[in-house]
């Protein structure tokens, strides 16, 4: 939790320092002076995450968005505005469910938390999904628990050569340029 809160921190100090960042530029015999500042104000979502690039490895957030599997968790990320928590250097580790194992939810949940009064109990929710490091599903086989970025810790088990964590099976697992995702056939909980 405390990497998330430092991670925020130093996002939200990138996005003041740019935003008062001018530029100057000569049209003609007219000097103009534009604060950049104003000129995002028309966009709302700003941040790593909404920076494109065609030369890396796409990152956790970019491997999800394009995933036809995952579209609930996207929406809900978005919903939540945690993006640029995705896309930061890592090592990640996120467990993301499918769109079919937030439909396993009573009916109503997913609508629910979508809601924007409902946004620090989903991006609580979400954090449980997410922890530091960089593990494959064979190396996981060795913890007993993790500590996830909502503060909670989860049990990992083991079943043959079946790896569950919080209760969610992992079935799938790929790499990305700031950690790794492990698909996951359940949605996360906290205990409480």
């Known amino acids: 939790m405390k990497t998330t809160i430092k991670l925020l921190f130093v996002s939200a100090a990138m996005l003041v320092f740019s935003a008062c960042k001018n530029e100057t530029k000569t049209e003609g015999d007219t000097t103009v002076v534009e604060n950049s500042a104003t000129a995002?104000?028309?966009?709302?979502?700003?941040?790593?995450?909404f920076i494109e690039g065609d030369e890396s490895t796409p990152n956790i957030l970019q491997i999800a968005i394009d995933s036809p599997d995952h579209t609930t968790l996207v929406a809900a990320v978005q919903a939540a505005n945690l993006?640029?928590?995705?896309v930061?250097?890592?090592?990640?580790?996120?467990?993301?469910?499918?769109?079919?194992?937030?439909?396993a939810l009573p009916a109503g949940t997913v609508e629910n938390?979508?809601?924007?009064?409902n946004k620090d109990q989903l991006a609580a929710i979400l954090k449980n999904h997410v922890t530091p490091g960089n593990y494959s599903k064979d190396f996981l086989k060795k913890f007993k628990k993790l500590g996830q970025a909502g503060g909670h810790d989860v049990t990992?088990?083991?079943?043959?050569?079946?790896?569950y964590v919080g209760?969610?099976?992992?079935?799938a697992s790929v790499p990305a340029g700031n950690g790794i995702i492990h698909v996951v056939d359940k949605?996360?909980?906290?205990?409480n």
Do not use: H, W, Y
Request: net charge negative.
């Open 187 to 191: 949605v996360i909980l906290p205990a």
């Open 83 to 86: 993006e640029n928590a995705l």
């Open 167 to 171: 209760g969610a099976k992992i079935i």
């Open 40 to 49: 995002n104000s028309a966009s709302e979502r700003q941040g790593q995450a």
């Open 113 to 117: 938390l979508l809601k924007p009064e």
């Open 88 to 103: 930061n250097a890592g090592p990640l580790m996120v467990f993301a469910p499918t769109n079919a194992a937030f439909e």
């Open 156 to 163: 990992v088990e083991t079943k043959g050569d079946d790896v």
